[in-house]
């Protein structure tokens, strides 16, 4: 890597220059100033200098390179952030981010990023995630001139789980119809007149109607 012959410093030379220039800079004018005093290094000073340099600098990438993200790394918390944003978006379930093939990749990726487990993404996605979003859509429904809602009851026999869902349809100042999902709350209880309405009137305050 230094030299074919072991008697040059042109390859490493070009290979600072590519790789590490702050280096190859340092290296150019303690060279050029030893050039203008006349100084003449004894055969391999500069050889033995470049490299030097060179593996003080390669062996402080590779524990940079080695060092683990805490939790409090920006760049961590900002993959955070988007695998949270993937799930929500592409509706999976918070056990993905536990499987082998989804844990393999990003630590291939990004070796240095700790990946939490499903507890911690539904935590993020269901309070601080849900939080950003529910006030950017409070802020389109000021928008809205006018709005109606609908409401539907989907049950699923094998689980026994039931959802009533709260949907606002409106038309903005430009005259642009917008329908958004605003709730899917689980009912609890027999599904009775008085208790879907109070469900539904519940579903109405959360969202300040």
């Known amino acids: 890597m230094y030299s074919r012959k072991g008697k040059g410093t042109t390859s490493l030379k070009n290979h600072l220059q590519r790789k590490h220039p702050q280096e190859y800079n340092l290296f150019s004018k303690e060279d050029s100033a030893k050039k203008s005093t006349g100084e003449i290094s004894q055969p391999g000073t500069s050889l033995q200098m470049v490299k030097r340099e060179f ?3 390669f062996f402080k990438e590779y524990m940079e390179q080695a060092k683990m993200w805490d939790n409090t790394n920006p760049k961590s918390m900002k993959i955070d952030y988007l695998v949270a944003e993937m799930l929500a978006l592409s509706d999976l379930p918070f056990q993905h981010v536990e499987e082998l093939g989804f844990r393999r990749l990003i630590d291939h990726i990004v ?9 911690y993404f539904t935590d993020l996605v269901c309070s601080e995630l849900y939080d950003k979003v529910s006030s950017k859509i409070k802020n389109m429904l000021q928008d809205f ?25 409106g038309i903005t100042k430009d005259f642009q119809r917008k329908n958004i999902v605003l709730k899917a709350q689980v009912l609890e209880e027999r599904h009775t007149g008085a208790y879907i309405s109070e469900t539904f009137q519940t579903m109405l305050e959360e969202w300040e109607f």
């Open 111 to 119: 070796p240095n990023y700790v990946l939490k487990g499903r507890k």
């Open 145 to 169: 001139e006018k709005v109606s809602f609908t409401s539907d009851i989907w049950s699923d026999s094998s689980s026994g789980v039931s959802l009533l869902s709260l949907t606002c349809h």
């Open 55 to 57: 593996k003080q600098t």
